[in-house]
């Protein structure tokens, strides 16, 4: 046992990729890993899932390049595309595929010269309005793209939902309309490549959107996208899905304690009984938000315990009760397969993207497999 793990399974890893196998049997599946996975150690879910899918999508060329260096050969694509500043001749020197967004990237590939012509996907703004070429100038842009020397034929062509997770809200059916449209008004339909639409939500949520190739991020982390109240569709497990990581660290002090009494930073929290404390090796170093409400639970030999007091940097607080039998050295679990991270995500008020994503390099990946 050591103190601040992050528990990475593998096994539920490869079970959830076989699910969207299943979920979607006509699709490739291109597996998201900006975020260092998030925070399940990108080299290592791309070394365990390289055979298993089609693609890694990644949010900066800096983590294309890092997975190139550890020997991943796999397709990856740039899901923002290159950067004002960055160098685009190591696009193809080492074999990556780019978003296409903005006029000013087919400006830059319009002058590139390249060996062999570069996979890119052409991203089309449905609704989103962040990144991707508007509806009414996207037919010329496409061909502006397509008429490149260094772009190779077909091109992919992508769009992203902003509302998939809210099941019955009528904007995603709006964005699959406006990105079919936009298919359907291509000059040459033999310059259309594959298209690209659902991330996790829409995966599970929007059957009609799988289309050639899926971009599952969480759901591929076994956690749902879903609000926590959708009662079939609140956790991963609901959804057929492993939860892959499990938080988790050790007790280092149990402690008694009077009523009366408070404990930590600024005294927050006051015993209303005479107890018994544990005190965790977690902290907000480790990735533990520092702003979670008093009374999130964690878990030690089975049992749920609320934290008390401050979150530190290096500790966390516990109640254990009066009449506790834990002890130093026990085991305690922040999240993982039987304290869903959804469950602490909607309690905190937080996302479970950003819980599993927050976590810091001191707190140590360890993988079971
Ligand atoms: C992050 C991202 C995804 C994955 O999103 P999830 O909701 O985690 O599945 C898919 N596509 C694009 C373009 C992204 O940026």
Same mark, same amino acid.
């Given at each position: 046992m050591?103190?601040?793990?992050?528990?990475v399974?593998?096994a539920?890893?490869l079970?959830?990729?076989n699910?969207f196998?299943?979920?979607?049997?006509?699709?490739?599946?291109?597996?998201?890993?900006k975020a260092?996975?998030y925070g =399940?150690?990108?080299t290592?879910v @791309?070394?365990?899932?390289?055979? *298993?899918v089609?693609?890694?999508?990644?949010?900066?060329?800096?983590?294309?390049?890092?997975?190139?260096?550890?020997?991943?050969?796999?397709?990856?694509?740039?899901?923002?595309?290159f950067?004002?500043?960055e160098d685009?001749?190591?696009?193809?020197?080492?074999?990556? *595929?780019?978003?296409?967004?903005?006029?000013?990237?087919?400006e830059?590939?319009?002058?590139?010269k390249?060996?062999?012509?570069?996979?890119?996907?052409f991203?089309?703004d449905?609704?989103? =309005?962040? #990144?991707?070429f508007?509806?009414? *100038?996207?037919? =010329?842009?496409?061909? #502006?793209l397509?008429a490149?020397?260094?772009?190779?034929?077909?091109?992919?062509? @992508?769009?992203?939902?902003?509302?998939?997770?809210?099941l019955?809200n009528p904007?995603?059916t709006?964005?699959?309309?406006?990105?079919?449209?936009?298919?359907a008004?291509?000059?040459?339909?033999?310059?259309v490549?594959l298209?690209?639409?659902c991330?996790?939500?829409?995966l599970?949520?929007?059957?009609?959107?799988?289309?050639?190739?899926?971009?599952?991020?969480?759901v591929?982390?076994g956690?749902?996208?879903f609000d926590?109240?959708i009662?079939?569709k @609140?956790?991963?497990?609901a959804?057929?899905?492993l939860?892959?990581?499990?938080?988790?660290?050790m #007790?280092?002090a149990?402690?008694?304690h009077?009523q009366?009494e408070?404990?930590?930073?600024? *005294?927050?929290?006051?015993s209303?009984?005479?107890?018994?404390?544990?005190?965790? @090796?977690?902290?907000?170093?480790?990735?533990?938000?520092?702003?979670?409400?008093?009374?999130?639970?964690?878990?030690?030999?089975?049992?749920?315990?609320?934290?008390?007091?401050?979150?530190?940097?290096?500790?966390?607080?516990?109640?254990?009760?009066?009449?506790t039998?834990?002890?130093?050295?026990?085991?305690?679990?922040?999240w993982g397969?039987?304290l869903?991270?959804?469950k602490?995500?909607?309690l905190?008020?937080?996302?479970a993207?950003?819980?599993?994503? =927050?976590l810091?390099?001191r707190?140590?990946?360890v993988y079971?497999?």
């Amino acid at each position: 046992m050591s103190v601040a793990t992050v528990e990475v399974d593998v096994a539920a890893l490869l079970h959830n990729v076989n699910c969207f196998k299943r979920q979607a049997p006509h699709s490739q599946i291109w597996a998201i890993i900006k975020a260092n996975a998030y925070g =399940h150690g990108k080299t290592e879910v @791309a070394r365990f899932l390289q055979k *298993q899918v089609d693609g890694f999508g990644v949010a900066r060329l800096s983590e294309a390049l890092e997975l190139r260096s550890v020997g991943i050969i796999a397709p990856i694509l740039l899901l923002e595309g290159f950067f004002p500043d960055e160098d685009i001749t190591l696009l193809e020197r080492y074999s990556l *595929q780019t978003m296409i967004h903005s006029p000013e990237q087919i400006e830059r590939l319009r002058e590139l010269k390249t060996s062999y012509p570069l996979n890119v996907w052409f991203k089309l703004d449905s609704g989103m =309005h962040r #990144l991707g070429f508007r509806p009414e *100038q996207a037919r =010329h842009y496409f061909n #502006l793209l397509a008429a490149c020397p260094s772009v190779a034929k077909p091109i992919n062509i @992508a769009s992203h939902f902003c509302c998939a997770d809210e099941l019955d809200n009528p904007y995603t059916t709006a964005q699959i309309q406006v990105f079919d449209d936009f298919i359907a008004a291509i000059d040459d339909p033999a310059l259309v490549g594959l298209q690209s639409l659902c991330a996790s939500s829409g995966l599970f949520g929007w059957q009609t959107a799988h289309r050639d190739i899926v971009r599952p991020g969480l759901v591929l982390y076994g956690i749902s996208p879903f609000d926590y109240q959708i009662k079939d569709k @609140a956790t991963g497990a609901a959804l057929g899905l492993l939860p892959v990581m499990t938080l988790k660290s050790m #007790l280092i002090a149990v402690r008694d304690h009077k009523q009366g009494e408070g404990v930590g930073y600024g *005294q927050t929290w006051r015993s209303p009984r005479d107890t018994r404390l544990g005190v965790i @090796a977690m902290g907000y170093g480790d990735g533990y938000p520092r702003g979670v409400p008093a009374d999130i639970p964690v878990m030690i030999n089975g049992q749920l315990l609320p934290i008390v007091g401050r979150i530190a940097m290096d500790m966390i607080v516990v109640d254990l009760g009066p009449d506790t039998s834990a002890q130093i050295g026990d085991e305690v679990i922040f999240w993982g397969p039987d304290l869903p991270v959804e469950k602490i995500a909607a309690l905190s008020g937080m996302s479970a993207y950003e819980l599993v994503v =927050h976590l810091t390099s001191r707190a140590k990946l360890v993988y079971k497999f």
